[in-house]
């Protein structure tokens, strides 16, 4: 289980996939909105910063301006230079690499912008905007200035930003239900006339729950043991041994760490394999992680010391524990290594991907989208964005940026207590003075003293320090963001184009308009305790539909990282609603979540529906059995190896 999985064992399972259950979920694909965040994040900063200023509004050169998905398309004077899918034909891709023309006139473009100028026009050069066609098939028209940010009453009133509403249904059929989850579910589908499907056999059952709770098959004595058990609470011994199991927190530390983007090391174009990109402390965070979750760290303090746990009081008896420190690796797994950045822009980026990171893990928000513009669809204004940019920028991850064309050095922290810092430091201080005596004391019987003391302080060596990649406050070490203080607007994503200083605070939509700013600290911790706050409406929500999409195939919210305007909606918001209120009364215990799903009738339905449901669900939107699953790479890996 500690040799994380690799992309090429997805292969394995075109040799023969194995099944748990009996279907299998459909795909939730949302090409526009990948295509449309690329655009964003990628695209339209680049062009605004070198392109803009010669092909703007006014006076464009060669007739060309890109400003607009109909600017791009109807070209310049001498036609279009994009030609969507096709690269090698863009005159646009060709001036960028000097070619025919040289464009920007001023300097040529970095390798990666061109890479992802070509990638871009490789995807069909998608510009989000009207009605989403290619560029190619954009109709001309001027473009229509931005209006003023402004939070509309249909946005304040958006579902994901209420309050969750705790109101179970009544159902016909009082005998099917095991637990109030069961009667969500059952309601939906007694309005449709449909019925569920009937309860799996045992030997699916604990297959089932097994995979899904520690990514291994049953041994044949656990099997046989669960056939054996005709109690009523024969299931219930099932669940409960898994979750004690060890097994159990590798496999669902491994979901986290998909969230928290984990990597052991980078690749960075340029650069060579270092100790750094190595990231030879990284393995402490992935074991927190499963740490975390074996002991079921409640999920509020699960939140709290990934993104404050330097600055959190302690839970247990006072005494220096490292673990919160180790937690905030979190903050660090970046993918922002590149040697070649300008440092301004590297921290920019280390700012904007831990604003993505902490938003869409734990809030399901995309506010990164604001970086450059108030966001497209939600309600999060550039100033909302520039707010949390300035907890960010008063942070620290890296010991040092760099020096020009060299990659950052990830800050490394000491996992020691104050007090054992001092006794090193004063060890130390104590072996450089016996040293220089052993020489140059002024007798034989000084240095003889000396020399013994010496040898006698070397023989207590204490063990070698252990590090932990983490976050401090204090922004970036010599550089103008070192230390506490919020942050100018970045115009247009640009940081050599500033306006108003924005006070540190948390997004208007989400926490009102009276907040008081931040003023102690970089508001790390204040951001920590808002997000896991039993108040704050999408933190359980979001947390529950995540636990959901492992045991069902899907989330409620299919898009589990997106529960904004463009996300999904859910298909069973009472039911949502109901699991966050549980989740969060529970003490946020993500074990007694899964307990709270594990044991529904819903869960340990069949795969195999009733014709009539299955007929009037084809998608299995209702629920109406319990979905099939294909077996992921790492549980066809260690089911393999488990049986040898």
């Keep these: 289980m500690w040799r994380w999985c690799s992309a090429w064992m997805i292969a394995i399972a075109g040799l023969g996939c194995a099944l748990i259950s009996n279907t299998c979920p459909a795909v939730d694909a949302e090409p526009d909105k990948a295509q449309s965040e690329y655009f964003e994040r990628e695209i339209r900063p680049l062009l605004v910063e070198r392109c803009v200023k010669c092909h703007g509004a006014e006076k464009p050169k060669g007739g060309l301006q890109l400003l607009s998905r109909e600017t791009l398309a109807r070209g310049g004077t001498t ?4 030609a969507p899918g096709k690269p090698g034909e863009s005159r646009l891709i060709k001036a960028v690499n ?16 061109i890479a992802r100028l070509t990638r871009w026009v490789e995807q069909g050069a998608y510009w989000p905007a009207g009605d989403g066609k290619p560029v190619s098939d954009a109709k001309p028209a001027e473009p229509v200035p931005a209006p003023a940010f402004a939070i509309t009453p249909a946005q304040r009133a958006f579902w994901a930003i209420q309050s969750p509403k705790h109101a179970v249904p009544e159902t016909q059929d009082a005998a099917w239900p095991r637990t109030d989850l069961d009667r969500f579910i059952l309601n939906k589908l007694e309005v449709r006339g449909l019925k569920p499907a009937p309860p799996a056999d045992k030997r699916t059952l604990i297959r089932r729950a097994t995979f899904d709770l520690t990514g291994l098959p049953p041994t044949p004595q656990e099997v046989d043991a669960f056939l054996a058990d005709s109690s009523p609470r024969a299931f219930v011994r099932v669940v409960e041994r898994l979750l004690a199991s060890p097994h159990y927190g590798e496999r669902w530390g491994r979901h986290w760490l998909d969230v928290a983007r984990y990597a052991d090391s980078y690749e960075a174009a340029g650069s060579e394999v270092t100790r750094e ?3 030879s402390e990284a393995y402490r965070y992935r074991d927190w992680v499963v740490k975390a979750m074996n002991r079921d760290l409640p999920y509020d303090r699960f939140i709290i010391e990934q993104i404050a746990g330097d600055l959190a009081p302690p839970l247990g008896p006072v005494g220096y524990d490292p673990n919160p420190i180790i937690a905030t690796g979190f903050l660090t797994f970046g993918g922002w290594r590149d040697p070649r950045r300008d440092k301004e822009e590297l921290l920019a980026d280390i700012v904007d991907d831990q604003i993505d990171l902490v938003s869409r893990s734990f809030l399901g928000l995309s506010i990164s989208c604001a970086r450059c513009h108030d966001h497209r ?5 550039t100033e909302d964005y520039y707010a949390l940019a300035g907890i960010f920028y008063s942070t620290n991850v ?12 990830p800050l490394r922290i000491a996992l020691a207590s104050p007090d054992e810092l001092k006794r090193r430091d004063e060890r130390k201080r104590r072996v450089e003075e016996l040293t220089a005596q052993s020489v140059q004391a002024p007798t034989d019987a000084l240095r003889a003293e000396a020399a013994a003391a010496l040898d006698k302080l070397k023989a207590s060596e204490p063990p070698p320090l252990e590090y932990a990649y983490g976050a401090q406050d204090g922004g970036a070490p010599q550089t103008p963001h070192a230390g506490l203080h919020d942050v100018a607007i970045h115009v ?5 184009r500033l306006g108003k200083v924005v006070p540190r605070r948390f ?8 907040q008081q700013p931040i003023a102690a600290g970089s508001g790390r911790l204040q951001l920590a305790q808002w997000i896991a706050s039993a108040d704050n ?12 999409r492992h045991h069902f195939g899907r989330g409620i919210v299919s898009t589990v990282d997106d529960f904004g305007q463009s996300g999904l909606r859910p298909t069973h918001p009472e039911l949502l609603d109901w699991l966050a209120i549980e989740f969060v009364r529970s003490g946020w215990s993500i074990k007694g979540m899964h307990r709270a799903m594990m044991l529904s009738a819903t869960y340990q339905q069949s795969s195999v529906p009733a014709e009539a449901t299955r007929i009037a669900d084809p998608e299995n939107l209702l629920l109406g059995r319990m979905p099939r699953r294909l077996l992921d790479d790492a549980e066809i890996r260690d089911a393999g190896a488990s049986s040898q």
């Design 98 to 113: 000097y070619q025919e023309i040289e464009m920007p006139p001023d300097g040529r473009l970095k390798q990666d912008e």
């Design 398 to 409: 890296l010991a040092s940026v760099g020096e020009k064309g060299s990659a950052p050095m």
């Design 507 to 514: 997004p208007i939509i989400l926490a009102g308009d009276k």
């Design 79 to 82: 036609g279009p230079v994009v």
């Design 492 to 496: 247009d994503g640009r940081c050599d």
């Design 277 to 279: 990109s190595e990231r």
């Design 377 to 381: 669809s939600d309600p999060i204004s």
């Design 537 to 548: 409406p999408l933190t359980a929500r979001v947390m529950v539909n995540r636990i959901w």
